[in-house]
């Protein structure tokens, strides 16, 4: 594993108790940072990070609802001091079906998550990036977000809509000393394949030139580096990890 300089600072992981959130986690407090798990499984949290040791904590936090989030800020604080780096790997896939079969609730349900979600978490979380002159910012967001996968249209679309948020975020604090990226990553077998239909994850693996799925770790890798001061003329940017399928 090649080293990243994340010494001494401090990252909130959102989703952080399982999947992609965990393992980058595990990949900031082996580059030396800390790190706090949000997540609305208190319970997983508590254990993951309890498994990454004395440099992680553990917040109960629902992403979607801004006092909650608020809330988790503080907390945060109060024990961690700073905020350098912010990952929003919080979310969820909603049903595989037809546009129009789409059950409204579910279609709120993903959009609360996935998008309203990352814009509460970079709201909240702004104001003391600004206030430290320096922060790092990375949305996951998704492959399907660029190229819309059949059967998946509110996951396509707020993953879309990630990837617009990090544009005009990145831009609106170009003059700042904060960096805001995304990541696409094509599909990475984690527990979230459990919110799939078997045909779904066939149709994702088909898509993929290299012929197979993503690691965790190779996600980790990427973002962990987005979260360093490594990535300093880097922002608004989205960066694949598609195993050749993204064409744009």
Not at 3 to 19: E, I, K, M, N, Y
Not at 57 to 83: E, G
Not at 185 to 213: C, N, W, Y
């Amino acid at each position: 594993m090649n080293q990243l300089d994340f010494a001494g600072r401090h990252a909130v992981v959102t989703g952080g108790a399982t999947g992609l959130g965990f393992g980058i986690a595990q990949r900031l407090v082996a580059s030396g940072g800390s790190v706090t798990l949000w997540d609305r499984d208190e319970a997983a949290a508590n254990q993951a990070a309890q498994s990454l040791g004395d440099k992680a904590f553990a917040l109960k936090v629902d992403v979607s609802q801004q006092p909650s989030v608020a809330k988790a800020v503080a907390a945060t604080l109060a024990h961690a001091s700073r905020i350098d780096a912010l990952v929003n790997s919080a979310g969820i896939t909603g049903p595989n079906v037809k546009l129009w079969d789409y059950p409204v609730d579910d279609w709120r349900q993903v959009m609360d998550v996935n998008i309203n979600g990352v814009f509460l978490c970079c709201r909240e979380v702004i104001g003391q990036m600004r206030k430290q002159g320096y922060g790092r910012i990375v949305n996951i967001a998704s492959v399907a977000g660029k190229d819309g996968n059949p059967n998946a249209s509110a996951y396509s679309a707020s993953k879309a809509a990630v990837i617009g948020i990090t544009k005009s975020l990145g831009k609106e604090l170009a003059d700042t000393g904060i960096r805001v990226n995304c990541v696409t990553p094509a599909a990475v077998k984690t527990a979230i394949f459990d919110q799939m239909t078997p045909e779904h994850i066939a149709f994702m693996l088909s898509k993929i030139p290299m012929g197979r799925f993503g690691t965790v770790e190779e996600v980790a890798a990427m973002v962990g580096w987005l979260c360093t001061e490594d990535c300093s003329f880097s922002t608004g940017a989205v960066f694949d990890l598609s195993g050749g399928r993204s064409t744009y």
